[in-house]
């Protein structure tokens, strides 16, 4: 397998993952010139990561990668036991980051993509902070009496971290989620985040 990751952005997460499963891969930081080449866009058209190449297999989509690793080495149990049960509250947390968390950070990062008018770029990153708010509090409150956000270490786990490494970037408050901050430092010190950060140049 082999990894096309941008340092720091959604696809550190299957990172991450591939770290959990202790398994050979490959990885490849992604430049924006790179973006741009036609080899990468014959991966992916939309000039976009994370692409996860496994033989003559491309896949994109963050949510279809972290699922596809997940089952790709169940010995990890990054979907649970193997129940459907535990397998729909992996799924359920992860389409929670990436269809609430992670959009409402498209509009502070990529507000002028929506609008010219940066009265309405400013107003579209300030609803969108008050959003995440909101979302982190539901996350928060999802981790009392939990280590992790699905109840087990999931695939959702390293996709949560990152919205709160972007979250601290941005440097939104979320000094009164003590659930948060106490995942947060558990995350920093997990021996496959640090390796993926390592590998990518983020520390």
């Known amino acids: 397998m082999?990894?096309?990751?941008?340092?720091?952005?959604?696809?550190?997460?299957?990172?991450?993952?591939?770290?959990?499963?202790?398994?050979q891969f490959e990885t490849q930081n992604v430049t924006p010139e790179l973006l741009k080449d036609p080899k990468f866009l014959e991966l992916n058209p939309m000039g976009q990561i994370p692409v996860l190449v496994d033989g003559d297999f491309v896949l994109t989509q963050n949510?279809?990668?972290?699922?596809?690793?997940?089952?790709?080495?169940?010995k990890a149990k990054l979907l649970g036991d193997?129940?459907?049960?535990?397998?729909?509250?992996?799924?359920?947390?992860l389409s929670f980051v990436n269809a609430d968390v992670h959009p409402a950070f498209s509009l502070i990062f990529g507000?002028?993509?929506?609008?010219?008018?940066?009265?309405?770029?400013?107003?579209?990153?300030?609803?969108?902070?008050?959003?995440?708010?909101?979302?982190?509090?539901?996350?928060?409150?999802?981790?009392?009496d939990k280590e992790w956000i699905a109840g087990f270490r999931s695939v959702a786990d390293p996709y949560l971290f990152m919205t709160l490494t972007w979250a601290k970037r941005i440097g939104l408050d979320l000094s009164g989620f003590a659930n948060l901050q106490k995942y947060f430092t558990k995350m920093e010190q997990d021996p496959g985040v640090k390796?993926?950060?390592k590998a990518e140049g983020l520390i």
């Open 2 to 23: 082999k990894l096309y990751t941008k340092p720091g952005a959604c696809s550190t997460a299957d990172h991450i993952a591939l770290c959990w499963c202790d398994v």
């Open 195 to 197: 390796a993926a950060f």
């Open 111 to 144: 507000g002028k993509k929506y609008s010219s008018d940066p009265v309405i770029v400013e107003a579209l990153a300030k609803g969108a902070a008050e959003r995440l708010h909101k979302l982190f509090a539901q996350a928060n409150d999802q981790l009392n």
């Open 82 to 93: 193997g129940s459907l049960q535990h397998k729909a509250e992996a799924l359920r947390w």
């Open 63 to 74: 949510v279809a990668i972290l699922t596809y690793i997940a089952e790709s080495f169940p």
